[in-house]
């Protein structure tokens, strides 16, 4: 299973961004898809889940809950993270990955086991 995401970039406070997460190499209908961040000397933080590619439970941490948005085709195997008045605290490199879903704890990161190599994103003051 491969993971590309694109869309990152630079944006002023305020701004929005979308960004997508395409995949490919396999069968994944079953699978939860988790968007994760990574601010620069943090740890590695899940911020959404969507339970499946199909129309799927959607999940989001209380830090972007309201602000960011979870989409999919599961026709283009593709994920979107909609993001909305983003902040200089939601500069971080972006990575989606697939996994397991686990209704208790979507989010965690030990629950995935593919991962794309992440989309820069900065947000300016």
């Known amino acids: 299973v491969q993971l590309v995401e694109s869309g990152g970039g630079l944006v002023q406070t305020g701004g929005s961004l979308t960004l997508s997460c395409t995949i490919s190499g396999g069968t994944f209908d079953d699978n939860a898809i988790g968007w994760f961040r990574q601010p620069p000397g943090q740890v590695r933080e899940g911020i959404s889940c969507?339970?499946?590619?199909?129309?799927?439970?959607?999940y989001y941490a209380e830090s972007v809950k309201g602000r960011f948005t979870v989409s999919s085709d599961s026709t283009r195997n593709t994920v979107y993270l909609r993001m909305d008045r983003l902040t200089p605290e939601d500069t971080a490199v972006y990575y989606c990955a697939v996994g397991t879903f686990i209704k208790a704890t979507p989010m965690q990161p030990m629950w995935y086991d593919h991962w794309g190599r992440g989309t820069q994103v900065t947000v300016s003051s």
């Open positions: 969507l339970s499946s590619i199909r129309d799927g439970e959607k």
